[in-house]
Nanobody, 118 residues
Framework: VQLQASGGGLVQTGGSLRLSCAAS????????MDWYRQAPGKQRELVAG???????HYVDAVKGRFTIFRNNARNTLYLQMISLKPEDTGVYYC?????????????WGQGTLVTVSS
């Protein structure tokens, strides 16, 4: 099982980025997937998720700005981010597989850093 996240970088306020997370076939086809982020000095938090049937959900802070979607042919999860704000800064992680007791999924990508400058 493997998750490989990429696409982070430095952008100015109002800019856009697209994050990607490549997953192994079994993980991608059998489970939903989520994006989390961890801002400096804060706990990791859920940002968006998508079910195995492609139903998305978002936290209020990113609704209307972030879009989560999957490419089943490429076993890849994406997070399209527009109108970025400094408070979106953090390390973004993809999370996949079955849910564990704590509400997070079993497998994590290595994280990709997003920095939004003011």
């Amino acid at each position: 099982v493997q998750l490989q996240a990429s696409g982070g970088g430095l952008v100015q306020t109002g800019g856009s980025l697209r994050l990607s997370c490549a997953a192994s076939l079994s993980l991608f086809s059998e489970h939903g997937m989520d994006w989390y982020r961890q801002a400096p000095g804060k706990q990791r938090e859920l940002v968006a998720g998508i079910s195995v049937s492609d139903r998305p959900h978002y936290v209020d802070a990113v609704k209307g700005r972030f879009t989560i979607f999957r490419n089943n042919a490429r076993n890849t999860l994406y997070l399209q981010m527009i109108s970025l704000k400094p408070e979106d800064t953090g390390v973004y992680y993809c999370n996949g597989g079955p849910f564990l007791s704590g509400g997070q999924r079993e497998y994590w990508g290595q994280g990709t850093l997003v920095t939004v400058s003011s």
